[in-house]
């Protein structure tokens, strides 16, 4: 479980950077009323028709990927630590006419007091895993929130990409056993997307931020979150790997591409950035083997 100290100070510096964030995208209200989404491609595949579910969105930031899931019909809940961030979430649900149930309260706890069986669907996207210090837990919690059948899917960037700095140089090892990274605060990746995040149009907003508070992070590999799930009795049904990042732009020289896609640059050779699985409940108390399907696009 996450430390009591850690938590605040993850809290804060997420705090910090929410506003940074938020000036980026000032149309992100008007282009969600008007039926824009957030979502990408390869979330919507792996999370299905989410229409009529009751979906979890855990670490959901500031509910934008929420409210594009609740906009195509699901009765959607979005959680997160974040209290700044939380209440931009419910503004730009007010904002957009767009419903969905916003509750600021750590991850592990809201699992822990969810109902069992509450959601058909548990969602949890783009730079989540490293905020847990707790893979098992968060994986039992997700197993015991799901119904019957339900279905968990992550898309997450790839753990091979942290051994590189932003030149491209291969500088450290695998991630593995949630090794605690201490930097010194969120950052404005936002800002670094240049509008890779920001599909209503990107403003220039706060220039030169500098987080004042630290974050703690850890680090897992891909083996690892798999056997969690596997092990919380859920069924990997799908394991996708991807040449490319969506939104945020990580390292030097990328390359934009159609769809608000980054590529590497044409000297760097393909190789996994991002991360997509999905994983399922089984219908009954019986615990099928986890037989993940392991592609590259």
């Not at 930031?61 to 979005?78: F, K, M």
């Not at 992550?154 to 700095?165: A, C, G, K, R």
């Not at 850890?218 to 049904?237: D, H, K, Q, Y």
């Not at 934009?256 to 590529?263: E, I, K, N």
């Amino acid at each position: 479980m996450a430390d009591p100290t850690i938590n605040e100070q993850n809290r804060r510096s997420w705090n910090a950077a929410v506003p940074a964030h938020a000036s980026h995208r000032p149309h992100l209200a008007a282009f969600l009323r008007a039926g824009g989404l957030t979502l990408f491609p390869e979330e919507r595949e792996l999370l299905g028709e989410v229409a009529g579910t009751r979906l979890l969105h855990v670490m959901c930031n500031t509910g934008q990927d929420t409210l594009s899931l609740a906009a195509l019909g699901a009765e959607a809940t979005g959680v997160d630590l974040s209290d700044a961030a939380i209440a931009e979430a419910r503004r730009l649900s007010v904002e957009t006419g767009i419903a969905a149930r916003f509750v600021h309260d750590d991850v592990y706890t809201y699992l822990a007091a969810a109902s069992a069986g509450a959601f058909e669907r548990v969602y949890a996207g783009y730079g989540v895993i490293c905020w847990l210090p707790d893979l098992a837990a968060f994986a039992r919690g997700v197993a015991r929130a799901l119904a019957p059948g339900g279905r968990f899917v992550l898309m997450e960037f790839h753990p091979l990409s942290n051994m590189f700095d932003q030149e491209w140089r291969l500088a450290h090892g695998y991630p593995a056993g949630g090794a605690r990274l201490t930097l010194p605060g969120v950052g404005d990746y936002v800002g670094a997307a240049a509008g890779g995040l920001s599909p209503g149009g990107f403003a220039g907003g706060q220039q030169d931020f500098v987080n004042p508070h630290p974050c703690h992070l850890f680090r897992w590999g891909v083996g690892e979150v798999v056997s969690a799930l596997a092990t919380a009795g859920l069924r990997i049904v799908a394991l996708r790997e991807h040449p490319f990042v969506n939104g945020e732009r990580p390292f030097a020289r990328m390359r934009p591409a159609p769809g608000r896609r980054w590529l590497p640059p044409a000297d760097v050779p393909p190789l996994p950035l991002m991360y997509g699985l999905a994983a399922e409940a089984p219908h009954s108390t019986h615990r099928p083997e986890a037989r993940p399907e392991r592609l590259l696009d």
